[in-house]
């Protein structure tokens, strides 16, 4: 079952605006990490926020987690063409010994970014 | 480091038939899991793979399996092939710490004639 949902499913924009994606999550975790996958490849790791972090940064990428609302968000600053992409957020399973290497992913937001 | 590997990239069977996938996780991870993708059904984890036992298991039937090798290199195998099995299946290596990134490989897309 889907644990992280992602809202919006899809989301088009210009070149060099930002780009917010949301994701609710239903259990407790230990942490949650985005990915990005382009049209059918590989997941590529952007960032990973654990759960006593509230903010994230990385390069343009921004990542707020609010464990109480059970909620994250992706922010992509001045976007760009290359940015397009589906987003994933994806959570653990809030185990506290090994084996909790389950993630369980949103479906994701498509993000378009128009040049 | 190089990173996860994964053979064949692509694959076509026909029902009924069985197929064996191979990743190769980054040197000194010792943690693989696998993950099926469908439009339909999105990223759903088949199983982990840590020091060659499998730790953890996803909701797929029996004949769905897999195993992890001494180096970690890791094979998931699906026997008698249904249409539905047609999926993106992904690789994902880590150290196995439950705290820890997963690295993915590019994924062997598998179609089912």
């Known amino acids: 079952s889907q644990q992280g949902e992602e809202d919006p499913q899809a989301l088009s924009i210009q070149e060099g605006e930002n780009a917010t994606m949301n994701c609710s999550y239903k259990?407790?975790?230990?942490?949650l990490q985005w990915y990005r996958q382009n049209s059918g490849r590989g997941l590529v790791h952007l960032i990973l926020?654990?759960?006593?972090?509230r903010e994230k940064h990385s390069g343009r990428l921004r990542v707020t987690l609010d464990t109480s609302k059970k909620s994250s968000s992706l922010l992509i600053t001045a976007s760009r063409a290359a940015d397009t992409a589906s987003y994933f957020c994806?959570?653990?399973?809030?185990?506290?010994?090994?084996?909790?290497?389950?993630?369980?992913f949103g479906k994701g937001t498509k993000l378009t970014v128009n040049p | 480091k190089a990173g996860v590997t994964q053979t064949p990239r692509y694959l076509i069977k026909t029902r009924g038939q069985q197929v064996t996938l191979s990743c190769s996780p980054i040197s000194g991870h010792r943690s693989v899991s696998w993950y099926q993708q469908t439009p339909g059904q999105g990223l759903q984890f088949l199983f982990e793979?840590?020091?060659?036992?499998?730790?953890n298991k996803g909701n797929f039937p029996g004949r769905f399996s897999g195993r992890q090798f001494s180096n970690s290199r890791s094979e998931m195998n699906v026997s008698t092939l249904e249409l539905g099995d047609s999926a993106l299946y992904l690789c994902?290596?880590?150290?196995?710490?439950?705290?820890?990134?997963?690295?993915f490989g590019p994924g062997t897309r598998l179609t089912v004639l």
């Open positions: 926020i654990r759960s006593n972090e």
């Open positions: 994806a959570t653990d399973g809030g185990g506290t010994q090994g084996g909790s290497e389950k993630l369980v």
């Open positions: 793979y840590f020091s060659e036992t499998q730790r």
């Open positions: 994902a290596s880590s150290s196995g710490q439950y705290t820890d990134t997963q690295y």
């Open positions: 259990t407790s975790i230990n942490n």
